[in-house]
């Protein structure tokens, strides 16, 4: 019996011991993964490696090919033309900070409108910079003030799979997908009978070690339609080229809106 009152303690003693360090290795775990969100997050906000990017573009849309070209600037623009037989230009949209401008060759007439007034975007909350990070791959809270402000608003959600993240934005309902180390392989947004996505794929070192998607699809469902765009892209520079923000419009051209616009192209 004295014996076993020696024991006791002792046993007792060890198992405290193995509690607290299996705590304090959870807790280690828990503090090591909460800085890996947010690496995680702040990597995927943060401003690519280059400010220009063009490329040749082949884009499906609901059906229809037409070949065409991409180019951006960071913060400035984001323009996509169509060309008819790779040699005509028929069409361009211009994404710019304050305004859209869609210019419709065929018809000879353009519209210039403001973000409010584009399809879809109170469902997306739409605006420069939403769209900018679409087409550079990048995270994004919309109306965020700033990376900070960003950062508190996105939350990370981890899954059994190691290669899957997921980045959900807590205020606007954006779902994040991405490989859990620096390329976003999805941005979705769903909410009643509305549902938006894009998938990206074949990422390529296109400036030194920075990937960049040359492919992706978006979709885009309502109750009613839907809208199916994909876009595979070659002969991508990001050199800095000569080429203006936005586009000058012919005095011939008929300025219209872009209801009409739309309506003349059937879309």
């Given at each position: 019996m004295k014996r076993l009152g020696y024991i006791l303690p002792i046993v007792l003693a060890a198992l405290l011991m193995g509690s607290c360090r299996s705590q304090s290795a959870l807790k280690k775990q828990k503090v090591q993964q909460e800085r890996e969100d947010v690496r995680l997050v702040h990597v995927l906000l943060e401003e690519p490696?280059?400010?220009?990017?063009?490329?040749?573009?082949?884009?499906n849309v609901s059906g229809t090919k037409v070949n065409?070209?991409?180019?951006?600037?960071?913060g400035r623009s984001i323009q996509i033309s169509a060309s008819m037989l790779g040699l005509v230009e028929v069409g361009r949209i211009e994404f710019l900070p304050?305004?859209?401008v869609v210019v419709d060759r065929i018809h000879n007439q353009y519209s210039v409108c403001h973000y409010a007034d584009v399809p879809y975007r109170n469902d997306l909350g739409l605006d420069f910079e939403v769209v900018q990070s679409f087409f550079w791959n990048r995270i994004f809270s919309p109306g965020?003030?700033?990376l900070t402000d960003a950062s508190s608003r996105l939350h990370v959600e981890r899954s059994d799979n190691p290669g899957t993240v997921s980045i959900r934005d807590m205020?606007?309902?954006y779902l994040f997908e991405s490989d859990g180390k620096e390329m976003l392989n999805a941005v979705s947004k769903s909410a009643g009978d509305f549902s938006f996505?894009?998938?990206y794929s074949d990422f390529t070192a296109v400036s030194g070690n920075w990937q960049y998607p040359?492919?992706?699809?978006?979709a885009i469902k309502t109750s009613g339609s839907t809208i199916n765009v994909s876009a595979k892209m070659?002969?991508?520079s990001t050199d800095n080229k000569n080429w203006p923000d936005r586009t000058q419009v012919s005095r011939r051209m008929k300025q219209v809106t872009l209801d009409e616009l739309l309506d003349t192209l059937d879309l």
């Open positions: 490696p280059v400010q220009e990017l063009t490329s040749s573009l082949s884009l065409g070209q991409l180019r951006m600037r960071r304050d305004m859209v965020s003030a700033n205020e606007c309902g996505r894009i998938d040359l492919g992706w699809a978006a070659s002969s991508v």
